[in-house]
């Protein structure tokens, strides 16, 4: 639907979209995460491995959709200044999410390391515990 906003030149439209969808996307992943990093690092072996007691999990048709959706946003923004700096570091933080769950650490890594180097350059005040949180548990990972 953001899309069609973007080809009508309603980019303030489509940009609110497309951020509603990190949104969503990123509290998914939060909590996906999240019960990832309690499990045993000997029990998570590779991407078909996720946890099952309680909580949030992504079947393999979420797994597609998420990395559909976020890195055609990602493809859109990147180089666009009208998404925002913080809508930008938004949508690194939950790509990251996205491949530490695929445990792609490399590419998460690279992730977090834009986002943070995006919210520098701009001097934006976030709350940026998260962020570094996710870095923290990549660099054990990768």
Request: no cysteine.
């Given at each position: 639907?953001?899309?069609?906003?973007?080809r009508?030149?309603?980019?303030?439209?489509?940009?609110?979209?497309y951020?509603?969808?990190?949104?969503?996307?990123?509290e998914?992943?939060?909590?996906v995460?999240?019960?990832?990093?309690?499990?045993?690092?000997?029990?998570?072996?590779?991407f078909v491995?996720?946890?099952?007691?309680g909580?949030e999990?992504?079947?393999?048709?979420?797994?597609?959709?998420?990395i559909q959706?976020?890195?055609a946003?990602?493809d859109l923004?990147?180089?666009?200044?009208?998404?925002?700096?913080?809508?930008?570091?938004?949508?690194?933080?939950?790509?990251a999410?996205?491949h530490?769950?695929?445990l792609?650490?490399?590419?998460?890594?690279?992730?977090?390391?834009?986002a943070?180097?995006?919210?520098?350059?701009?001097?934006?005040?976030?709350?940026?515990?998260?962020?570094?949180?996710?870095?923290?548990f990549?660099?054990t990972?990768?």
């Amino acid at each position: 639907m953001a899309n069609v906003f973007f080809r009508k030149g309603q980019t303030e439209t489509a940009h609110n979209i497309y951020s509603e969808v990190v949104n969503t996307w990123s509290e998914m992943l939060k909590n996906v995460v999240n019960l990832e990093e309690t499990q045993a690092e000997s029990t998570l072996t590779s991407f078909v491995d996720k946890p099952t007691q309680g909580g949030e999990i992504l079947d393999e048709a979420q797994e597609a959709e998420a990395i559909q959706m976020l890195h055609a946003i990602y493809d859109l923004q990147q180089n666009n200044s009208n998404y925002g700096a913080a809508n930008m570091v938004m949508l690194l933080h939950t790509l990251a999410l996205l491949h530490t769950h695929l445990l792609g650490y490399l590419k998460a890594q690279e992730f977090i390391q834009d986002a943070l180097t995006i919210a520098q350059e701009n001097e934006l005040v976030l709350d940026l515990s998260a962020v570094e949180n996710l870095k923290n548990f990549i660099a054990t990972k990768a």
